[in-house]
Structure formats: C-alpha cells, structure tokens
C-alpha cells in the first residue's frame, strides 16, 4: 500500500523563480474577474427591475432567471473574498437582514441591514410591485457599496487552500441549512456554486503543486458537485451523508495537501491566532477549535498543578460570602454542569436568580458569556456571580483573604504559578484557575461525532434524519452552528450570536405572556438597543438531555415541548407581539415523526465524561478552623 | 513519506527549510533604543478608597478599560516627575470606587536607568498607598464611560470627558448594575463645585454625566463638573497658553467644536461660551449661560447653523495651531433631522474632494457648496477619517492629514505604490513630543474597521501609532514613522509624552496573546525616545534589483531594497514566515538571535536581532 502512494506521488520540475509569482497572477486575476461579472451582474438585475417598474404583469420568469444568476455570480466570489475582507461582505453584500448598533461608535447608533439577504427577503415576493422596489432600492445600495470598494490585495496559493477549507466549513454548517437566503429558501445550488469555484481553482494548483492528496481529491470533488445536481430537493438532502462521505473528507484531504505543498501555512502568514485549529483535520472533534483562543489562558499554564487548583476551587464553596455555595452549586456535573431548576436558588435560599443556569460542557466556545452576553470571557464572567447579592454576594478581596489562611492553597497557587512565588495567591490568578477549568470541561466523543469521523458504522436511520432535519427543513442548524450546535458563527467561529425568540414566562398560562426579561437589550450599556429586547445567547445542543429545564427562563421542561414551541413558530407564532423577533415566524411545518427524529438526533450528542470529578475533601483552612467543617460542592 | 515530502521542498522558492551552514551577509538589527516598562494594571494593582455608599474607606481592585491619560508634573522630591491620571472607560457598580467609570491616579518616579516608579504617598484626607481612585461619589457626583480629556499643560489641570451620551435614567441604570442612584441631582451641594446661578438648580441623575469634569489629581478627588462648557458628547480639548481659553471637541457626528473663554485667567467658573460656526462673520456662534441651554448644547448648536464634524477625538496645540483628530465613520449622512440646520465642516469638504481627485482622477469640478452639498447628502463614505488644523489667527480650519490611501481603480494588477505599509485610518488620540529638539505630532489609530483596505487584506485590527515631523511643510502619509512599540494588537489609547525621554500609553482591551496579568487594561511606559536615530521615515525602498535590506531599530523593521516576496528562516533554518508583496517586514515580535532572510530567486541574508 505504501509504495503505491510513493508512486502516485508525481512532481513537476515546475518554478524557476517566476512559476508561483505567475500563479498569484492567474488567482488574482480569477478573484478579480469574478468581482467584476458580480458587478455586471448585479447591473444588468437592476436595469431588468428597472425596465420592470410597476407593471402589473412583468416577465417573472426573466427577473427570477436574472436573480439566480446574480446570487451564482455572487456564490463564485463569495469565498475568496468572504476570507480576504470578512468585513466588507458582511458589511454591505451578504449581512444578516436585521439592525444591529454601529461598530465602535460614540453612542448607540443602529446600522439598518443592507445586502443579498434584505433582497432575497424581497426577492421571494418579486411578484408584488412594492417588493420589487424594495429589491431594487436595496440593489442600488449594494451597487454602490461595490463601486467603492476598491481593494488592493493579492491571491496566492497558500490563500486558495485557507479559503478552500473555511469555504467548506461554511458549506457544512450554513451552505446546506438555507442560511444566508431567508426568502427562496433552497441554498444547494449557491452551495453547488461554490464549491465550483473552490475546486476550480485547488484544479488549478493541482497542476502546479500535485499530491496524492489532491489525486484523492480529483476523485471526489467532482462527485461531490455531481451529487448537488442531482440532489435538488432542500427538505429531503441528505446532509449527514454528504457531510460524511464528501465534505469532510475534502476538508481533510485539503489540509494534507496544504502541508504537502510547501506553500506557506497559516501560522507562516499572520502572528495574531485564530479559533480555527488549522493543523486538525477533523471537524467534529475535540481538535477542530482552539480552546485557548476562546479562553484567553494560555495553553502553557494548563499543567496538572493549574487543573487540580481549578477543581478544587470550582467545588469550594469558600468562593461566597457564608461559605456555602460552590459554582458547583448551580453547575452540577450529574447534570451537564447545570442543575435542573428552571431557576437557581439565591444566596437566601428563598427567592431565585434572574435566570436559568446553563450547562458548562463546550461553553468555552464562546466569544461572550451569560444568556445576555454581557461578559468577554470566562476570566472575566466569574466576577459577576461572585459580586452578585443573589449569588456568592461577596469580592475577590475576600475571597483571596480567606484562602490565605490555608497552606495548603498557599501551596497550590505557588506550584501552579511558579514563577510568582508568594505573589502566586492573587484574585488574577484565582481567575485564571477556574477559568481554565471551565474551558477544560469539553466532549467532542458522542455516538454522532464518531460517526462524523468515520470510527464507527452505526448510526440510527432516525437519528440521520433528525440532523438531516436540524440542519434543513427545521432550521435549527441556522442558529445552532455546527460542529457545536452553538451560536458561534462558521467559518471563524469567532462571533457569539444571540436570538429574539418570543419565549413567554409560562407556556401555559391564558392569556400568554411574553418574559418580561430584556435580556441583551440590558446586558450592556452599549447594546441598549430595541431590537436586541429579549434577545438571548443560543447554547450549545450538546448534552441538553441532561440539562432541562430549556430556555433562558427555564420554561419548558422536555424537548418535545421545546420543539412544539419552534415548530409554532416562536413568540409570534404563539400570537405574542415580539416586534424583533429573529426566529422566522411561520409554522415549521415539521410532523411528530419528524420531531421525534431531531429529538433522536439532539440525544445522541451526549457525552460527559466529567461526572467523577467532585473533590472527597477540600484543603484545611487553618487560619480559620471553623471554615473546615466546609462540604466539596457546598450545601445548598 | 519523508523522502516525498523533501522532494516538494526542493522545488518551491521558499523551502520549509534551508541550509544554514552557507555564510552570507549579515545584517545586525541593533536592540530598540525604546524600553516599555508596565506601570499600572486594572483589575490586579489596588486602589486606596474614599468610605463611600456607607462602606468605610479601604482598598479594593482598580477598574479597567484605561483611555485619556493625564499628567500632571510634580517634581517635589528628587526623581519624581508627577502624578498620572488614569481614565476608566466603562460603567459599573462598584461599592468601593462608586458607580459608573472612574479615575485612578499614582505619582511617578524615575530612578537610575531609566526606570519609572510609582511613588508610595500620604494624601490629605488620609489615605496612603500607591495607587488612589479618584473620588467622585462623594463630591461632584458619579462619571460614566470616561473617555477622553484635558491636560492643561502650563499648569497640570486636569480634566476627565464623559462620553456616550445618556438620555434616560433607566438606560443610565440599568436596574442598578451601571448606577445605583437614580435619584435628582442637585448642583452645588458639595464646595466648592458649582457656580453662580446654577447651584441649588436640580437635574435628572443621568443629566449630572456628559461633562467636562476637572479633578485635583494630587489629593485624588473631583473638583466640579464643567456645567459652564455645555454638556455634550465631549472627548477631548485643549487650554491654550493664555490660560483663558479653551477649546472643546465632541465625538459625535454631527459632532462640534467649542470654545470657552474665561473672564480672568485660570478661573474657568465665569465666562463666554462659543460653537464654531465657519461660515458666520464672526465664525462663532455665542452660547447664553443658562442651564437649559447648556444642557442640550449639541442641538442648540446643530439648530443655530453650527460646522458640523464627523466625530472629533483629540487635540493639541502647537505654533498658533490647533491640531484634532476626526475620526471619520463607516456611515452617516447630515441629510434628516436638526442636522438640516447645521454646516458642513470645512474638514469634510476638503476630505471629500481629495477622496474624489483619487477615485475619480479628477479635481472635483464643483464648488466648495457644492461638495457640501454631497457631504450632506450621504456621498462622502468618510471610513477613513483625518486630522484637522485649526488656526488660531483666521479662525479657520482645514484638512491637515487626510487618512488613507484611497485607490483610484478597483482590483488592479499594479500595485498601488506604498500599500500596505502605507495605511493611516480613523485617528484618535493625538499629542505632541519633542525629542533633541525637534517636534512630532503623535497620533494614535481607532480603528472602526478593516474592511476598506483599513488593515492589509487577512490581518487583524491593529491600531498603530505614528509620529510625524512638524518642520515638514507639506505632510503626507508616507512621511508618518510608525512606532511598533505602541501597537501588539490590541487598542491602544492616552499617549501622553511627559518629557523628551518617556511617553504612557494605554491598553485597553487585552490581547488574546498576551500572558497574564498583561491580559488586562495597562498604563505602560515607553522611554528612551531621547536615544533614538532621529525619527525620520526613510525609504531604502529604490526599486533596485539587487537583494539588500536595511534595519529600522526603533521601527522594528527590515526595509527591502524593492517590493517582494520573502521567507524568514530561523537560525537552524527553519521556515518561520513568509511574506508577500512588501516592502518591509515587521520584526517587532522576535526573539533576539539569528534569521535568514530569502527572495523568490533563492538569494538569502543571514540578519541578527539583538
């Protein structure tokens, strides 16, 4: 076997000095061409409309025909250009269609959503006059941003294999869910275009730069666009076979060309790290993302001394002001680190916080934190529980002048701070310690990821179909992103979202009532905006059978009422007046069978591998005798 | 599989790796003249409070998100150079420092080799310890989101701006979790703030934030709020040598420039109040005295026909000039609501019509109106932003430094000359240094975007600082020197110099990379600018063919003979970067020790980091 790779590998005495310059020319020349039929493309669309106007009877056949061909042309240029300048595309060409407050700005100044996604929302009704104007107002903004966009960058062959892999991540995660078109609703053949374009130019590196892997790629490329053609039917895709059998394959196969080629990697070209672990070829594992660029603690300090510390303060409820309450109180690990209580108990032990705790596993992949995102990172949310009067009700002073009084801690801190010496003991480092415990607590090991990878066979027909519904026709995969099933938003993963549900304090009550909780809107000063009332941070579907009760209110108790509730269509669908609600308003249509398939799929991302790891003791504190009678995860 | 894997690498212009053991060239990077020493860290040094809300005077952790910087000189014992104070940019409840933003303040020392050192004090109300939060709970009320400021630099007064303008109490609250008092504020209950006719008068809580606030850094605490300047989106401003007047920028957009002039020099509690306005004969419009005025003075303004700008920052002043930062926007238009009634600022039209001689190539062909006109109108797309000078003796502004580049075709083949090392966008803070003698402006990026060609295509936002020469008669944006040492990634804020040797500099969002307790806000030190070459932007760029490089100590960079591809090799010879189509390569990052430098042709020099 090894020796018929050695002999597939076939090199071409290729570059003298000028062979890799010309091929920054052909790709930059490609990349170019495609932004200028983009252009024209999306010139020849307005003068259609215009020449349209508001006849009763347009040619809706033409304008339809010219509005694909405006999205294909935009779908070749998407993922050069997406990788290049992210900013710029979701700025002004492909932005979600909802307000949201101006970047860096002196006060809250809402930006109105311009782009492809506003136009597709008007494109599905091309019919009706006032849509049409709507679509060709929006056209002309999007004209113009383009006229001035103007950018000067180079396309080299190390670009095209970076962007070839974000650009089949973003195939995988929002390519095959209909993201980025809310009105026509069937995004394969954009997808198809794509990753036409993706292959057309990897081709074209083949023929500079051959591999095996790019011979192995020869073989499904192809096949996966043959596939497309021939799998039109958005609701019936199979997206758990494709993924499997052609996607990830090629996001695998693409990297180990990368690293083949001798072109320069990632790491090569820029010193600021990303959330993509680029070196990983597997996107449903515990590899594929970078939990250290989420966390913000370096990797060098998880040593064996930094865990234990972690642990033990994770479970000790010295952290409170009454010595009672551990943060694994309210995050239990029998419980997906949440505990099962549509509320958690207050400090009072009679009234309750604000909101539901969340499960801890895989919350590290997160730019923000809280359901209301108003913390950075896990270093800093800490804070918010321990000066919280409903919850530890106390300051990192204390805190720190209690452990003090334990050798024991002294010691620990020393071990896992060595170079800081009797200094180690600070509220800093005490932040650190649980923070990278926190970030530790991750499980990329269910049934349905080993399946993804290929190291087993078995996977419930239902349970295919169930992700085969959750990234399609249920829609849920547009919010709940994955690998992770979170609002951490592919390619990058590097954006947190949060969403306006409509979700009301009792499902039960008559009449219904929306949950009077703001949410986003008063997480932080500078999202005080409208349009972010109500809005919370989607979770991670990972191990949620273990941490009902669902939503930021706790409100429902079983999953299947969870997914009535979307299938009704949220708030609005429940007849609440949500006037920014972001989840789409009409029914989902989905049959019981149907979402007792997403239920089977959502069962099998269970994976916590944690559920051993309370402390049986907790160090003495000798200062303090009295604080030694303390429980391993307090006494609630 | 190892054997197929050397075969790729002897193919490719830059191997993965080269041998080393070829003797070439050497190039010695020498060590920077510049030292960053950390000074002061939010959420890890401590600051000595004030017994406020009931809680008695202690200590606690002093806040983050550090912006202005100012300084005022001290040099009452031997080595001492004067108190810092810090602004915090956020808004928060706190039980210790009091809600909202904040100040901290230290007293610096310099001791042998350079080195800065906080100074242990006793203050008078009896506090002691190196680092003291400013009280403003119990004197002049709470600030929030202190952004930007005033250091009166003849005399060391200090101001502190409060942006984000509020307008509710229930957003100003928010339930409690940015401020705990809702309650009515009355002005002039604590001597000695207030001022003739205003004390007694009472005012919405969140009307109290949006002031100029003046603190007495030395004793920690607020003096009064500025009700006498208007209350405004204020960011910066500058006292002028005749200890008289003042002139006051706002961040907003439509945002104004105001000037303040005192009745007798140094009391800035009586006085006239003017907006600018360029096309009036007397080029200011005067602002009564009254309280409801003062308390909407933007649209007061805006509805009088003032000039309006896109977001004023910083100033200083330097040789009968004012010099503002603009900060530009990714978005706006003066085409709806009061801005109907106000100008276009001068600062813009220039902008405008150098955006359109690049884009277009051509002069623009209308009248200044006109360009107004199109300003208004929504056609300026001012992403990048500038710096303004304004003229003391003909009142008049002007566009001194326009960001940019802006390109004239879109996707071109040929390189647009300079780009990406050339890139200057949405200015900032900005001072003024003097170094053997000669005067640079310094002027530090906020970047609003990348998007735009704001930052080189795929990297991350970095926001530099430049100096510039004062004695070029004609500035452009090649002449800017970057100092690399002010810019590892994150937002940088406040440069103040405090003399020709050391500048502070803020950080104020940590850097994903950095290690711990660096991952917080930091006041940091830069010294040794008084040992630099002179801080001149040479080019060694001359387009030649052959392959030779020029190191910039201060800059941390490799200049290259002419535009190209190159690799970075480590000293075993391992391929560590590569960079493509530049003319220089940042080197600010490396550990000391020996790299090899390659071209596409193979040609290789061997440069030491020192």
Redesign the interface.
């Known amino acids: 076997m090894l020796a018929i790779v050695l002999a597939a590998i076939v090199f071409y005495s290729f570059r003298q000095s000028g062979a890799e310059v010309q091929s920054a020319d052909v790709l930059t020349a490609r990349y170019n061409q495609r932004l200028d039929s983009f252009r024209q493309r999306l010139d020849l669309f307005i003068s259609q409309l215009e020449s349209a106007g508001n006849k009763k009877k347009p040619d809706l056949a033409q304008l339809n025909q010219q509005y694909r061909a405006l999205r294909l042309a935009f779908k070749r240029w998407e993922y050069l250009a997406d990788y290049k300048d992210a900013q710029f595309v979701k700025d002004h060409v492909n932005g979600v269609p909802l307000p949201k407050p101006e970047r860096n700005s002196f006060g809250l100044n809402t930006v109105e959503p311009h782009g492809l996604q506003v136009m597709d929302e008007a494109a599905a009704e091309m019919i009706n006059p006032e849509q049409r104007m709507e679509l060709r107002a929006q056209a002309k903004i999007l004209q113009e941003s383009l006229h001035q966009y103007r950018p000067d960058f180079r396309i080299y062959p190390s670009d095209v294999f970076e962007a070839s892999r974000q650009a089949i991540l973003r195939a995988l995660s929002m390519g095959l869910s209909a993201f980025d078109v809310p009105g026509l609703g069937n995004s394969l053949p954009d997808t198809r275009e794509a990753l036409h374009a993706v292959w057309d130019d990897l081709k074209y590196l083949g023929t500079i730069a051959p591999h095996t892997a790019f011979l192995s790629m020869q073989q499904k490329f192809p096949l996966a666009l043959v596939y497309l053609e021939q799998h039109n039917d958005f609701d019936r895709f199979d997206r758990a076979g494709f993924t499997r059998d052609y996607l990830l394959p090629l996001y695998r196969l693409c990297g180990e060309w990368h690293r083949a080629s001798g072109f320069e990697l990632p790491e090569e070209r820029r010193s600021q790290p990303v959330a993509v672990n680029y070196a990983d070829d597997a996107v449903f594992s515990d590899g594929f993302l970078n939990p250290y660029w989420y966390s913000q603690v370096p990797a060098a300090l998880e040593t064996p001394e930094m865990k234990e510390l972690g642990r033990l303060l994770f479970y000790d409820p010295i952290l409170s002001h009454d010595n009672q309450r551990a943060c694994s109180g309210c995050h239990a690990p029998s419980k997906g680190f949440a505990d099962g209580l549509p509320k958690s108990l207050s400090g009072d032990r009679k009234s309750f916080v604000q909101r539901n705790a969340p499960g801890l596993l895989n919350c590290v992949y997160s730019e923000r934190f809280f359901h209301d995102l108003r913390a950075e990172s896990l270093i800093d949310q800490q804070e918010h529980v321990i000066s919280d009067p409903k919850e530890f009700n106390t300051d990192y002073f204390k805190i720190i002048e209690k452990l003090s009084g334990s050798s024991t801690y002294k010691r620990m801190f020393r071990e896992a701070f060595p170079e800081q010496g009797d200094g180690a003991m600070s509220a800093q480092n005490l932040r650190l310690a649980i923070a990278q415990y926190v970030a530790g607590l991750r499980s990329f090991n269910s049934g349905f990821d080993r399946w993804m990878r290929g190291e087993t066979e078995e996977l419930d027909p239902l349970v295919r179909e169930g992700y085969n519904l959750f990234m399609g026709k249920a829609a849920c995969g547009t919010c709940h992103f994955a690998p992770v099933f979170n609002g951490t938003v592919p390619p990058l993963y590097q954006e947190t979202e949060s969403e306006v549900l409509g979700v009301p304090e009792h499902p039960n009550a008559k009449p219904l009532k929306i949950d009077s909780d703001p949410g986003r809107g008063a997480g932080r000063l500078k999202e005080g905006a409208p349009y972010y009332l109500h809005s919370f941070k989607t979770p991670t579907v990972r191990n949620i059978v273990a941490t009902a009760p669902y939503m930021h209110n706790g409100a429902y108790n079983t999953l299947e009422s969870v997914m009535d509730f979307y299938n009704r269509g949220g708030g609005i669908g429940h007849g609440l007046e949500v006037p920014f609600q972001t989840l789409p308003s009409e029914k989902l249509g989905l049959s019981k069978k149907e979402i007792k398939a997403i239920i089977a799929f959502m069962k099998t991302l269970e994976d916590n591998p944690f559920t051993h790891v309370i402390p049986v003791s907790l160090p003495k504190i000798e200062v303090t005798p009295e604080l030694n009678n303390r429980k391993p995860g307090g006494v609630f | ?1 190892l054997a ?2 050397a ?3 002897a ?6 790796s080269i041998d080393t053991a070829w003797t070439a060239k050497t190039i010695w990077m020498p060590k920077s003249p510049l030292k960053s020493q950390v000074i002061f860290t939010g ?2 040094d401590v600051v000595k409070t004030t017994a406020t809300y009931g809680n008695p005077a202690g ?3 002093a806040k983050q998100w550090h912006d202005f910087i100012g300084f005022t000189p001290d040099k009452s014992s031997s080595g001492d150079l004067g108190w810092v104070s810090v602004n915090h940019e956020m ?1 928060q409840r706190n ?1 210790y420092v009091g809600d909202g933003g904040g100040m901290t303040v230290f007293k610096l020392k310099r001791t042998d080799g350079d080195k800065l050192e906080v100074v242990e004090q006793s203050l008078a109300d009896g506090r002691k310890g190196k680092f003291f939060n400013v009280d403003f709970a119990n004197t002049v009320g709470e600030t929030g ?1 202190n952004c930007g400021g005033i250091t009166d630099r003849a005399n060391g007064r200090i101001w502190t701006a409060e ?3 509020q307008t509710s109490n229930r ?1 100003f609250s ?2 409690g ?2 401020f705990r008092d809702t309650s009515n504020f009355t002005i002039g209950v604590t001597a000695p703030a207030g001022f003739p006719g205003f004390n007694g008068k009472v005012i919405k809580r969140f009307q109290n934030v949006n002031w100029m606030v003046e603190i007495d850094p030395v004793n920690a605490k607020a003096i009064r709020k500025q009700y006498n300047w208007g209350r405004a ?1 204020w ?1 910066g401003g500058v006292v002028l040598p005749d200890n008289k007047t003042v002139f006051l920028f706002e ?3 439509p ?1 104004i420039l105001a000037k303040f002039v005192a009745t007798n020099a140094g009391d800035f509690t009586s006085g006239q109040l003017y907006v600018y306005k360029h096309d009036a004969p007397s080029k200011w419009i005067t602002i009564e005295n009254n309280l409801d005025t003062l308390l909407e003075l933007n649209t007061v303004a805006v509805r009088r026909g003032a000039s309006m700008f896109n ?1 004023l920052e910083w100033g200083a002043y330097h040789n009968g000039k004012i010099y503002i930062t603009e900060t530009g ?3 706006f238009t003066y085409n709806s609501g009061i801005a109907k009634s106000g100008v276009i600022s001068k600062g813009l039209v220039d902008g405008y019509k150098a955006r359109y001689r690049v ?1 277009t190539g051509n002069s623009f062909p209308g009248t200044d109106a006109q360009a107004a006109d199109s300003v208004r109108n929504g056609r300026f ?1 001012d992403y990048y932003g500038r710096v303004l000078e304004f003229n003391l003796a003909t009142n008049e502004v002007r566009s001194f430094l326009e960001g940019g580049p ?8 040929v ?2 000359a300079g ?2 090392m050339v890139h200057f966008s ?1 200015p900032d803070g900005l001072d003024f240094m003097t170094v053997k003698g000669k005067t640079y402006m310094m002027v530090q990026e ?8 704001r930052m ?5 936002i970095t926001c530099e600082t430049y100096f510039l020469d004062m004695d070029l008669a004609n500035p452009t944006l090649a002449d800017l020197v970057r100092i690399t040492a002010c810019s590892p ?1 994150a937002e940088m804020t406040g440069a103040i110099a405090i003399d020709s040797k050391t500048m502070l500099i803020n950080q104020q969002h ?1 850097a ?2 950095n ?3 660096y ?2 806000s930091l006041t940091y030190a830069i010294t040794g600018f008084d040992g630099t070459p002179a801080l001149s932007n040479e080019k060694f760029f001359d387009g030649t063919a052959t392959f030779t490089v020029y190191p910039n100590p201060t800059a941390r960079e490799l200049h290259l003979s002419r535009r190209m ?1 190159v ?1 970075i090799y480590d000293a075993l010879g391992k ?7 530049v003319e220089l390569v940042n080197v600010s ?1 490396f550990t000391p020790g020996v790299y090899f430098i390659r071209n ?3 040609e290789t020099l061997r440069f030491v980091v020192e």
């Open positions: 599989m197929s894997a075969l790729t690498v193919q490719i212009p830059f191997p993965v959420g890890v200590q606690t952790y808004t039980d989101m942006e984000w303008m957003t928010n339930g979790a940015n989106g960011e961040d907003g957009s945002g977001r926007r990714d978005a884009m797309f802006y390109f004239a075709t879109s996707n071109s083949q390189r647009t780009y990406p949405n906020d970047l609003n975007g990348t998007s735009f060609n080189p295509a795929g990297l991350p990634g940590p994903v990379t290690t711990p307790p991952d917080n591809d690799a391929r560590i970067r590569v960079e493509r189509d990052d596409t042709e193979g």
